[in-house]
């Protein structure tokens, strides 16, 4: 099972490299990578398993985050209404978004990341995304709420991008414009 020995920290060159895509059909290999990637999201989350193993909770991890630097991520996240999106993806795209955005008030933070950087992280409020899953499959999400800006930040995660590129410099809680806090 993947531990935090296995994620990479900020300033390791892998975190702001663009990611390779990810030759269809996977190889074993690749499904083997995805499926531990979401192993260790859900392992994060069961406070026996964190406790034991010295897991950060997360509610979603990219490749690039362990280490190998292709267009995969795994989610695994309830949003408001408490529907679950648990998600195992290959080369995730997001082919739309609002222009209306949300924010996390509290902030991101980010499992390469080992400091809290404060600053709110402005992000699309809906995206449509396609990807094609560990089975194989083509599919098509339209997320909004904390679904939405999870994927948002591990598809970052394959473009080299880091949560806190997007926080305002100057005014780090600077209001955002046409945006919504997430309650
Ligand atoms: C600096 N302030 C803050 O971190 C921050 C501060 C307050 C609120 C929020 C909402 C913040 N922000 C934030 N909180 C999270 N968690 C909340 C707790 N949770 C969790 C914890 C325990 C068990 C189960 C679970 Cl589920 C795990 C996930 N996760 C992310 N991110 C940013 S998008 C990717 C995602 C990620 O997985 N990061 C490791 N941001
Ligand atoms: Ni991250």
Redesign the pocket.
Known sequence: MLTMDDIVRDGHPSLRKPADEVILPASDEDKEILNKMLEFVKNS?NPELAEKFGLR????LAAPQINVSKRMIAVHVHDDKGNLYSYALFNPKIISHSIERAY?P??????SVDE?I?GYVPRYARITVTATNVDGEKIKLRLKGLPA??FQ?EIDHLNGVM?YDHINKEDPFAEIQDANPLS
């Open positions: 989350q909770p997360g509610i979603g996390l509290g902030g991101e933070g980010c499992l809290q404060p800006i999870v930040h949560f």
